[in-house]
């Protein structure tokens, strides 16, 4: 038993016909020895193990497992290790990054993509969290197991909160080994009272996910094991003091990379560059002429919509261009929010959800006639990004058009009255009846950022009143809960990253507009929730697919959802500055490396002239099309959810990710540098050295080795000033340095 929590461990041959299980060989850890045996049939496997205390942490120890064929062979099989957990609990919370949450132990909505609750007994104001068929713990009785691919999580590792005995237990474990990707899976016993953790290798699933499916049959394969054949299983395991759910995101955020060790960056086009890129292609193919507004998507399914309010582009995408964009870009943002207030909004002060072909239509997927029905996600993104415009056109001292302010005071007020009746502002509404139709979730979570911007530009105490009872509401039932849920309109209720990533910025927003240190603290414990389906390392794509040729990196792709199990560039739809306030606050590198990590990656999925990105979905990798300029698509597959063809792929596409790759240039600075300290990080695709510091001054190297001209800002304090205040639109005024493509820079910082 390991520190009192009842872990045991056992190893396992296993023999597939297919994917089915046939036949199998155990043997139990024996702490006295370091070398055990399995028979199966005519086949010997040596099993030799030594664990290992990890000298820089008392809690961790190192576990390398090697199985080896002495005798005989072993055609479709794979080894494995387990953990057993004797003193298991359905009480106990399982994390499977960006994978599950509470072993997604939530009510089951059996539906066909793309999915909306409509059921009487499934809708309602209270209802429980309420997901689709995937990957999970079993909340009923009856068989319960999580088999999943390290490519289906952002990181290979399982994590639980012991709630009986305060214990964390966190595994972390690598992408594969030698005969290719590794499994991890989670079982329960019966009657919940013992549960396994085990990473097997090759990975063999019962079944596999499609989406919404979590019933597909298996493709996966053993392996062909022959006499003097070895594999090696390496693991880490931690166990730790643990009071609470967010105490294991804490060590989580702590250890993820401690098997990966931080990541190289590749330098591959400046953000400026792609801003450059990016704006030419939004007003080549992303302004709708007959309506005279930005469209977010230029696909004609009604689905999508031409325009979509906030979530994936509408009233966003116009941010950044009002701020850096041309003369053409302003004047078109300009139209598109006009558009927004005379189209979109409805008597209530609410927004309808979809613009399409000339029609409002509303966010039921299967009803989109019904235009009343409305995700209010989509609604909140509106009230943060609006106040955020308006801000900014006053630090510009450019006019604000008639009828925004009192626009956007008309949408506040709708999210007051729905408060002020319900205590909670749900995830679906009536937008005429003012009526929440789908409740329980924190899909609007960024509604409390919007209404203490509000509150504080139009000197509204009572947005800000509300926005701090909306922040302390979504924090004791979702963040402190380790669960936020159904930001995407199409996944019911499933954990997502995008109501995690929203209450981010709520809570930083609450932070600055409040001087109340609490909110800072919810701050860092969802920030380290975000960080979970943040992609930790980079991913070993197979050498034929596009983004091994390419040399695409994962680290810093941003997981969508337990439903839709792919990572994409950026967060959906922000730009992650909200790390880089979080990090001044609190001296605390972690958010910084993070918000690198996450930028960084960014732009490398963008197709460009020089280097067109080539669409190889699927089966297609001998084909010739390939994306337009400035278009990014969002997905970072390294799941095999849409089939292993897709692992490593270019699926094509426009997004979102176009807007938060905007933000990113606008919102975040390209280098900061700290002249007491002399700390330096670089975010940009450029590299920052200091090659003379002294009292008086500092001198810093700023080089660029891409083909591209970097034209960033640079943010320079010294570390007694970290606690001021940013506030919106802050990178406005700081200081722009531009570097010609394959040259340096030196900066000289008066202290």
Same mark, same amino acid.
């Given at each position: 038993?390991?520190?009192?929590?009842?872990?045991?461990?056992?190893?396992?041959?296993?023999?597939?016909?297919?994917?089915?299980?046939?036949?199998?060989?155990?043997?139990?850890?024996?702490?006295?020895?370091?070398?055990?045996?399995?028979?199966?049939?005519?086949?010997?496997?040596?099993?030799?193990?030594?664990?290992?205390?990890?000298?820089?942490?008392?809690?961790?120890?190192?576990?390398?497992?090697?199985?080896?064929?002495?005798?005989?062979?072993?055609?479709?099989?794979?080894?494995?290790?387990?953990?057993?957990?004797?003193?298991?609990?359905?009480?106990?919370?399982?994390?499977?990054?960006?994978?599950?949450?509470?072993?997604?132990?939530?009510?089951?909505?059996?539906?066909?993509?793309?999915?909306?609750?409509?059921?009487?007994?499934?809708?309602?104001?209270?209802?429980?969290?309420?997901?689709?068929?995937?990957?999970?713990?079993?909340?009923?009785?009856?068989?319960?197991?999580?088999?999943?691919?390290?490519?289906?999580?952002?990181?290979?590792?399982?994590?639980?909160?012991?709630?009986?005995?305060?214990?964390?237990?966190?595994?972390?474990?690598?992408?594969?080994?030698?005969?290719?990707?590794?499994?991890?899976?989670?079982?329960?016993?019966?009657?919940?009272?013992?549960?396994?953790?085990?990473?097997?290798?090759?990975?063999?699933?019962?079944?596999?996910?499609?989406?919404?499916?979590?019933?597909?049959?298996?493709?996966?394969?053993?392996?062909?094991?022959?006499?003097?054949? &070895?594999?090696?299983? $390496?693991?880490?395991?931690?166990? !730790? *003091?643990?009071?609470?759910? +967010? @105490?294991? #995101?804490? %060590?989580?955020?702590?250890?993820?990379?401690?098997?990966?060790?931080?990541?190289?960056?590749?330098?591959?086009?400046?953000?400026?560059?792609?801003?450059?890129?990016?704006?030419?292609?939004?007003?080549?193919?992303?302004?709708?002429?007959?309506?005279?507004?930005?469209?977010?998507?230029?696909?004609?399914?009604?689905?999508?919509?031409?325009?979509?309010?906030?979530?994936?582009?509408?009233?966003?995408?116009?941010?950044?261009?009002?701020?850096?964009?041309?003369?053409?870009?302003? &004047?078109?943002?300009? $139209?598109?929010?006009?558009?927004? !207030? *005379?189209?979109?909004?409805? +008597? @209530?002060? #609410?927004? %309808?959800?979809?613009?399409?072909?000339?029609?409002?239509?509303?966010?039921?997927?299967?009803?989109?006639?019904?235009?009343?029905?409305?995700?209010?996600?989509?609604?909140?993104?509106?009230?943060?990004?609006?106040?955020?415009?308006?801000?900014?056109?006053?630090?510009?001292?450019?006019?604000?058009?008639?009828?925004?302010?009192?626009?956007?005071?008309?949408?506040?007020?709708?999210?007051?009255?729905?408060?002020?009746?319900?205590?909670?502002?749900?995830?679906?509404?009536?937008?005429?009846?003012?009526?929440?139709?789908?409740?329980?979730?924190?899909?609007?979570?960024?509604? +409390?950022?919007?209404?203490?911007?509000?509150?504080?530009?139009?000197?509204?105490?009572?947005?800000?009143?509300?926005?701090?009872?909306?922040?302390?509401?979504?924090?004791?039932?979702?963040?402190?809960?380790?669960?936020?849920?159904?930001?995407?309109?199409?996944?019911?209720?499933?954990?997502?990253?995008?109501?995690?990533?929203?209450?981010?910025?709520?809570?930083?927003?609450?932070?600055?507009?409040?001087?109340?240190?609490?909110?800072?603290?919810?701050?860092?414990?969802?920030?380290?929730?975000?960080?979970?389906?943040?992609?930790?390392?980079?991913?070993?794509?197979?050498?034929?697919?596009?983004?091994?040729?390419?040399?695409?990196?994962?680290?810093?792709?941003?997981?969508?959802?337990?439903?839709?199990?792919?990572?994409?560039?950026?967060?959906?739809?922000?730009?992650?500055?909200?790390?880089?306030?979080?990090?001044?606050?609190?001296?605390?590198?972690?958010?910084?490396?993070?918000?690198?990590?996450?930028?960084?990656?960014?732009?490398?999925?963008?197709?460009?002239?020089?280097?067109?990105?080539?669409?190889?979905?699927?089966?297609?990798?001998?084909?010739?099309?390939?994306?337009?300029?400035?278009?990014?698509?969002?997905?970072?597959?390294?799941?095999?959810?849409?089939?292993?063809?897709?692992?490593?792929?270019?699926?094509?596409?426009?997004?979102?990710?176009?807007?938060?790759?905007?933000?990113?240039?606008?919102?975040?600075?390209?280098?900061?540098?700290?002249?007491?300290?002399?700390?330096?990080?670089?975010?940009?695709?450029?590299?920052?050295?200091?090659?003379?510091?002294?009292?008086?001054?500092?001198?810093?190297?700023?080089?660029?080795?891409?083909?591209?001209?970097?034209?960033?800002?640079?943010?320079?304090?010294?570390?007694?000033?970290?606690?001021?205040?940013?506030?919106?639109?802050?990178?406005?005024?700081?200081?722009?340095?531009?570097?010609?493509?394959?040259?340096?820079?030196?900066?000289?910082?008066?202290?």
């Amino acid at each position: 038993m390991i520190n009192g929590i009842g872990c045991t461990f056992d190893f396992k041959l296993t023999q597939y016909d297919g994917a089915n299980p046939i036949r199998s060989a155990t043997c139990a850890w024996d702490e006295s020895n370091d070398e055990q045996q399995l028979m199966l049939d005519d086949s010997l496997l040596n099993v030799v193990y030594s664990w290992n205390r990890v000298k820089s942490n008392e809690d961790a120890i190192d576990c390398e497992v090697t199985f080896k064929v002495v005798q005989g062979s072993v055609n479709e099989a794979s080894v494995s290790v387990g953990l057993m957990l004797d003193r298991w609990s359905q009480d106990n919370y399982l994390l499977m990054p960006a994978a599950a949450y509470n072993g997604n132990r939530f009510r089951v909505s059996e539906q066909e993509y793309p999915p909306m609750l409509e059921l009487e007994d499934e809708i309602g104001v209270n209802i429980p969290t309420t997901i689709t068929d995937v990957p999970r713990l079993n909340l009923n009785e009856g068989p319960s197991k999580i088999e999943l691919r390290t490519g289906d999580l952002a990181t290979p590792a399982v994590g639980c909160f012991l709630r009986q005995q305060k214990k964390g237990l966190l595994l972390l474990t690598h992408q594969g080994t030698a005969v290719g990707d590794s499994g991890l899976t989670v079982e329960e016993s019966g009657d919940r009272s013992e549960a396994s953790i085990s990473i097997s290798a090759p990975a063999v699933r019962s079944s596999k996910y499609s989406m919404c499916n979590t019933e597909e049959p298996s493709d996966d394969r053993g392996y062909d094991f022959h006499e003097l054949d &070895e594999v090696t299983i $390496k693991f880490r395991l931690y166990v !730790f *003091d643990c009071p609470d759910i +967010p @105490s294991l #995101f804490d %060590y989580f955020s702590k250890i993820r990379k401690d098997l990966t060790g931080p990541t190289e960056l590749r330098h591959e086009i400046p953000f400026s560059a792609s801003w450059d890129i990016l704006e030419e292609k939004y007003n080549r193919d992303n302004w709708q002429r007959d309506y005279e507004f930005y469209r977010s998507s230029t696909s004609p399914d009604p689905t999508f919509g031409e325009w979509q309010t906030g979530w994936v582009g509408g009233a966003i995408n116009t941010y950044p261009m009002l701020a850096i964009g041309d003369g053409l870009s302003k &004047e078109r943002s300009v $139209k598109t929010l006009n558009f927004l !207030f *005379d189209t979109i909004q409805a +008597p @209530s002060g #609410f927004f %309808y959800g979809i613009y399409c072909k000339g029609n409002r239509l509303g966010d039921a997927f299967r009803r989109h006639e019904e235009n009343s029905i409305v995700l209010l996600r989509k609604n909140a993104d509106v009230l943060y990004f609006m106040t955020k415009q308006l801000m900014l056109l006053d630090k510009l001292g450019e006019p604000i058009p008639a009828g925004w302010k009192d626009g956007l005071i008309r949408a506040c007020d709708a999210f007051v009255r729905l408060w002020n009746k319900y205590g909670q502002f749900g995830q679906f509404v009536d937008l005429d009846k003012e009526e929440i139709i789908i409740g329980g979730s924190a899909s609007a979570g960024i509604a +409390p950022a919007g209404l203490a911007l509000a509150g504080q530009y139009f000197n509204r105490p009572d947005y800000v009143d509300i926005a701090k009872l909306a922040g302390q509401y979504y924090y004791e039932h979702f963040v402190k809960q380790g669960v936020t849920t159904g930001a995407p309109g199409e996944i019911c209720q499933c954990p997502d990253s995008e109501s995690a990533f929203a209450l981010l910025e709520s809570y930083v927003v609450l932070y600055e507009a409040t001087g109340d240190r609490k909110w800072l603290g919810m701050a860092e414990e969802t920030a380290k929730l975000c960080a979970t389906w943040v992609v930790s390392y980079d991913y070993e794509y197979g050498e034929e697919t596009e983004f091994r040729k390419l040399d695409l990196r994962s680290t810093g792709a941003v997981w969508a959802s337990v439903q839709n199990k792919h990572a994409a560039p950026g967060i959906c739809t922000f730009s992650g500055a909200t790390l880089f306030k979080l990090y001044r606050a609190t001296a605390d590198d972690f958010y910084l490396d993070l918000l690198r990590d996450i930028a960084h990656n960014l732009p490398q999925y963008m197709s460009r002239e020089d280097r067109p990105l080539r669409i190889s979905w699927g089966g297609n990798r001998n084909g010739t099309a390939y994306s337009p300029p400035g278009w990014m698509g969002e997905r970072v597959n390294l799941s095999d959810w849409e089939g292993k063809e897709t692992i490593g792929e270019v699926a094509g596409g426009s997004c979102w990710c176009e807007v938060s790759c905007m933000l990113t240039y606008f919102e975040v600075p390209g280098v900061y540098i700290q002249s007491d300290t002399g700390y330096i990080c670089a975010i940009d695709h450029v590299e920052a050295e200091v090659v003379d510091n002294n009292p008086a001054t500092m001198t810093v190297k700023l080089m660029n080795r891409t083909n591209f001209t970097a034209k960033f800002k640079v943010f320079v304090e010294n570390t007694s000033e970290m606690t001021k205040v940013l506030g919106e639109n802050a990178l406005l005024d700081h200081r722009t340095i531009l570097i010609e493509p394959a040259s340096d820079y030196t900066l000289t910082i008066t202290k």
